[in-house]
């Protein structure tokens, strides 16, 4: 199993431009979740899905769309890069949305806005 | 949403145990507590959870009191490849996740 991975690695974007980030698990997890990571800082949760075709917004939504067409994808789209969303991005997921859980992460994206 | 409060940093030297005690005085009946430790570059990794007295693995312990208003990660003879971030989590499971700033454990020869 690969696990969690997220493509690409590393994007430097210029204001205004969009692009998404990749997730997919090989897992067969129902939950899947991006989160937001600034230097120093804690991990804060943008959107999570809990099955295919169910998303929802968690605590920094603004500036980001998801969708979840299949159970292995979870792509972070974002709209017109702005250079607060400079970060590192971490797609993470789980078997189980609800009550005891392991969420397994993926090595993250490093974004730069410029 | 339960918040916790964690030290900010801690030091240590190998061979000793550390002890990082998490405080979530608004944990709610259903809430379990979640450990996870982040090495630098990478993602968060899942270390230990648990919802009452004490749950150990081959990583760590965590101790949770009666009250589960507080929990505590023990984590036995650390070395210097247990630098790291580690997070105290206080919920239900995925949905609304809060990862707080987490303690930064810094481990000396």
């Known amino acids: 199993n690969a696990g969690v991975t997220q493509t690409p690695k590393f994007q430097v974007l210029k204001t205004g431009q969009s692009m998404t980030l990749q997730c997919a698990q090989d897992m067969n997890h129902e939950y899947m979740s991006w989160y937001r990571q600034d230097p120093g800082m804690g991990l804060r949760l943008i959107h999570y899905?809990?099955?295919?075709?169910?998303?929802d917004q968690g605590e920094v939504p603004n500036g980001y769309n998801v969708s979840r067409s299949t159970t292995e994808d979870f792509p972070l789209r974002l709209l017109s890069a702005a250079p607060s969303q400079t970060s590192v991005y971490f797609c993470a997921s789980s078997w189980n949305p609800t009550g005891t859980h392991e969420q397994f992460f993926g090595p993250g994206t490093r974004l730069t806005v410029l | 949403l339960a918040k916790t409060t964690q030290p900010i940093s801690m030091d240590s030297y190998e061979g000793q145990e550390v002890n990082i005690t998490c405080s979530h005085n608004?944990?709610?009946?259903?809430?379990?507590i979640t450990w996870y430790q982040q090495f630098p570059s990478q993602g968060p990794r899942f270390i230990i959870q648990g919802y009452k007295t004490k749950v150990t693995n081959e990583v760590a312990s965590l101790f949770i009191p009666a009250d589960r208003k507080s929990s505590t990660l023990s984590l036995p003879r650390v070395s210097l490849s247990d630098t790291a971030v580690y997070y105290c989590?206080?919920?239900?499971?995925?949905?609304?996740?809060?990862f707080g700033a987490g303690t930064r454990l810094f481990v000396k020869a």
């Open positions: 899905s809990v099955g295919a075709g169910i998303t």
């Open positions: 989590l206080v919920g239900t499971g995925g949905f609304k996740t809060i």
């Open positions: 608004n944990i709610a009946t259903n809430d379990y």
